[in-house]
């Protein structure tokens, strides 16, 4: 099956500072790629939907100027999650949807933790 | 507003025991609908059912789906310890390929 990776696994920062998550896509060709995000006891929560070469689509209530997103190549999507707050801490994790399929391959996800 | 149903919330059994979780929707357009299992990471495939009344068998999990009704139920039988999880349905339309999930079942099989 397909592969798709993050990094880091887990990461912990202080207030204030901004945290980049890659998602990348290792054995094939992402052409969409979506960013969820996980809290404690919660379902996973749609953020964005990222298409290669253009602007994301955010999710009502998601801020786009906070969680920026990249998805500059056909594997690989950044989530960089600026001036980070304690209240952003959570699960993050990214899916790739492989060109021609309807089934999403998802990342082992990113653990955010905000000091 | 799209929205997916799951219940119980949250279910104790044996091993051995045969346990039946419900996923109920309603969106527009559906065009899909998944489970999946997650443990203490992302959570991995199990079914993806797109037509009524057509069981999908993976060793002791089965699922099927009603698209009259708007519902589907994962099976499991025999449960094992391994089985503990959290069980996710997400629900796919036409307008996109994201996925919207329920609030999951968290599953505990007690030896």
């Known amino acids: 099956g397909a592969v798709v990776s993050q990094h880091p696994s887990r990461v912990i920062c202080k207030s204030g500072t901004s945290v980049k998550i890659e998602c990348r896509s290792l054995d094939f060709q992402a052409t969409t790629m979506f960013w969820y995000r996980q809290f404690p006891k919660k379902s996973l929560m749609l953020m964005a939907t990222s298409n290669e070469g253009s602007k994301a689509t955010y999710e009502q209530g998601v801020e786009k100027d906070k969680f920026l997103i990249n998805h500059a190549s056909l594997t690989l999507s950044t989530l960089t999650v600026t001036s980070a707050h304690p209240e952003d801490s959570s699960f993050y994790i990214c899916?790739?949807?492989?060109?021609?399929?309807?089934?999403?391959?998802f990342g082992p996800g990113t653990r955010l933790t905000v000091l | 507003e799209d929205k997916v149903v799951q219940s119980p919330l949250s279910l104790v059994v044996h091993e051995g025991d045969t346990v039946t979780l419900n996923c109920s929707y309603e969106v527009t357009n559906f065009r899909s609908l998944l489970w999946y299992k997650q443990e203490k990471k992302a959570p991995t495939f199990l079914f993806m059912l797109t037509s009524s009344g057509i069981e999908k068998k993976s060793g002791r999990l089965s699922s099927i789906l009603d698209k009259k009704e708007l519902f589907s139920i994962l099976n499991i039988t025999a449960t094992q310890t391994g089985d503990s999880a959290v069980y996710l349905c997400a629900v796919n339309s036409n307008s996109g390929y994201a996925l919207n999930f329920g609030k999951g079942t968290s599953l505990l099989v007690t030896p």
């Open positions: 899916s790739g949807l492989a060109g021609g399929y309807n089934e999403q391959f």
